[in-house]
Each structure stands twice: as structure tokens, then as C-alpha cells.
């Protein structure tokens, strides 16, 4: 049976991902030599090559973009690892919970007060983060829970408790003439040449093509719709962070959005389980 060492899929995975083995073995600090022969010796022991090299420099095979991409989610295990057990022995009775900056504050608000008035409760330090970033930290091992939302958060990995499905709203300037309106469709905000739709990244960090302005918090958006240069779509409960200069208007055709609190999967943490207990009862 293969067997993958932790050191030589690092020495690979920095190979892959600088295309070059001088500037590999400068990032790892060693030679070049032996880095080089690393890589060889890892290619006979799975029977494939791994990089094509030539004059014109070093690209993936097949086999090699197969193997960076387990590589990379095997090493990202193996330090999330390591950073729970440190957290672990640090503290038995406190939980890290990843939320994205703006989003569901009611809601945090009422499961961290009916957690904390649980007997032996653990101690919750919330993180604010940025969009998609929930599903990093819990997965390298920075957060033991998330609030996270469906359909646009990727749960792949997670147990999930549902805590709330609600309606999408369409965030505009107050002085704007569709803040006048009772409701709105995507219709209607698709083509408003004086105010594009706010882009938010992808999982990925890039964006969709299209004229509204790139966004990445909350406190960028609010100051560009109180400027009347865009509009956003959010959920309904995320209205707690509006400015005077905003007016939340209904968007009735938009799918509606449930936001979950989420954890790995092999999670064994009481901790956890205690928490979700609570959220599951409110």
C-alpha cells in the first residue's frame, strides 16, 4: 500500500504551486538538489510523473493536478488537526464561532444568551469574517462552528442545524424612486443603469462579470448605497446594520435563504454538541 509522508507532499504542493524548483526550495529552505530528488523518488514510488519538465519550465500532468489538489485538502487536514489539539488542551470548555461581519445579529444574539444561561456552558468567542471565509476556518480548524447560509455557502463536510429561513431583500438609497416601491423583482433591479446590484466573491474570491462594483464588507456597501453608486441584495435580518440613507425594500422573487449553524462533520466536541442542542431548541 502507498504511503504519503507529510514532508513530500508539502515539498510537492510548493512545487506545483510555484512552476519553478529554485523558487520551491527557496520557499522550504532547502536546496534545490535535494528537493529535486524528493520529487523523483515520489514519482517511482507511485509508478507516474508528476511534472513535466522542459526548457520552457515545469507544468502538472494529469496525474499532478490530481495529486495537488488531494495533497493541498491533506494538508490542510493535518493542520487543522494540530490546531484543534493545541486548542484543545488549551481549553476543554470553549467554542470558536466563525460568523460573517453584519449578518444574523438577533439571531447570534439570541442563541449566545440561551447558551449562557445553560449550566456548565462553554465559552463562545465569536469571530467576524468575510464572505465564505466560515467554511475555511472551520475546515482548517479555527472555528468549531459557523453560521453559515443555504443556498450560498458550500455545507459539503458539515452537519448542519436549520435556525432560520427568511425572504431577500433589496438594499437601496432612500432617496432613490425604487425605495418608493411596496416590493421589487430581479426584473426590476437588473437593469438600472444608475444603480448596478453590489458583486460579492465567489467561494473562489472572484466575482460574477457585470457593472455593479466589487464588494468585500459591509462598511464598503453601506457608504457606496448611501452614495446612490449601487444597490444590494441581503437577507431580510441583516436590515439591523441599515444607515437612515438606506431603505430596505422586499424582493419577492428571490429564493429564500436559510441560515444554519455548521461544524465538521467527525466533530466528537460536547462542547459543540451542547451548543447545538441549544440552537436546535430555540
Same mark, same amino acid.
Given at each position: 500500500?502507498?504511503?504519503? *509522508? ?11 504551486? *510555484?512552476?519553478?524548483? $529554485?523558487?520551491?526550495a527557496?520557499r522550504?529552505?532547502i536546496?534545490?538538489p535535494?528537493?529535486s530528488?524528493?520529487? /523523483? ?10 511534472l #513535466?519538465r ?18 493541498r485538502?491533506?494538508?490542510?487536514s493535518?493542520?487543522?488537526a494540530?490546531r ?15 460568523? &460573517?461581519?453584519?449578518?444574523n445579529?438577533?439571531?447570534l444574539? &439570541?442563541?449566545? #444568551? ?5 449550566p456548565?456552558s ?20 479555527r =472555528? ?8 450560498? %455557502? ?5 452537519d448542519? *442545524? ?7 431583500v433589496v ?8 425605495? #418608493? ?6 426584473a ?5 443603469? %444608475?444603480?448596478?446590484? =453590489?458583486? !460579492? ?6 466575482? *460574477?462579470p ?5 464588494? /468585500? %464588507? ?5 457608504q457606496?448605497? =448611501? ?8 437577507c431580510?435580518?441583516?436590515?439591523? !446594520?441599515? !444607515?437612515?440613507?438606506? &431603505? ?8 429564500h ?5 455548521? !461544524? ?8 459543540v454538541?451542547?451548543l447545538?442542542r441549544?440552537?436546535? $431548541?430555540?
Amino acid at each position: 500500500m502507498d504511503t504519503l *509522508e507529510t514532508r513530500e507532499l508539502r515539498y510537492f504542493v510548493t512545487v506545483a504551486e *510555484e512552476l519553478h524548483f $529554485s523558487r520551491a526550495a527557496g520557499r522550504l529552505g532547502i536546496a534545490q538538489p535535494p528537493l529535486s530528488r524528493a520529487i /523523483q523518488q515520489l514519482e517511482r514510488r507511485l509508478g507516474v510523473t508528476l511534472l #513535466d519538465r522542459d526548457r520552457r519550465g515545469v507544468t502538472l500532468t494529469h496525474a499532478g493536478r490530481v495529486l495537488f489538489d488531494e495533497a493541498r485538502a491533506l494538508l490542510d487536514s493535518a493542520e487543522a488537526a494540530a490546531r484543534r489539539t493545541r486548542r484543545a488542551a488549551a481549553s476543554t470548555n470553549r467554542l470558536t464561532l466563525a460568523t &460573517k461581519a453584519g449578518a444574523n445579529h438577533e439571531l447570534l444574539r &439570541k442563541l449566545l #444568551d440561551a447558551h449562557a444561561a445553560e449550566p456548565g456552558s462553554a465559552e463562545i468567542d465569536v469571530v467576524l469574517c468575510g464572505m465564505g471565509d466560515q467554511a475555511r476556518m472551520l475546515r482548517d480548524g479555527r =472555528a468549531d462552528v459557523a453560521f453559515m447560509q443555504r443556498p450560498f %455557502d458550500a455545507l459539503a463536510g458539515f452537519d448542519t *442545524e436549520d435556525l432560520l429561513t427568511e425572504q431577500q431583500v433589496v438594499i437601496v438609497p432612500a432617496a432613490h424612486p425604487l425605495a #418608493d416601491r411596496p416590493s421589487l423583482t430581479t426584473a426590476d433591479i437588473a437593469d438600472v443603469p %444608475d444603480l448596478p446590484v =453590489a458583486r !460579492w466573491p465567489r467561494q473562489d474570491g472572484t466575482y *460574477e462579470p457585470g457593472p455593479g462594483p466589487e464588494i /468585500q %464588507d459591509l462598511s464598503q456597501l453601506a457608504q457606496l448605497i =448611501a452614495l446612490g453608486h449601487t444597490s444590494a441584495v441581503i437577507c431580510a435580518s441583516a436590515r439591523a !446594520w441599515l !444607515w437612515s440613507a438606506h &431603505k430596505a425594500v422586499p424582493l419577492t422573487d428571490a429564493p429564500h435563504v436559510t441560515t444554519v449553524l455548521a !461544524w465538521p462533520a467527525h466533530s466528537r466536541s460536547q462542547a459543540v454538541a451542547a451548543l447545538v442542542r441549544t440552537a436546535a $431548541s430555540l
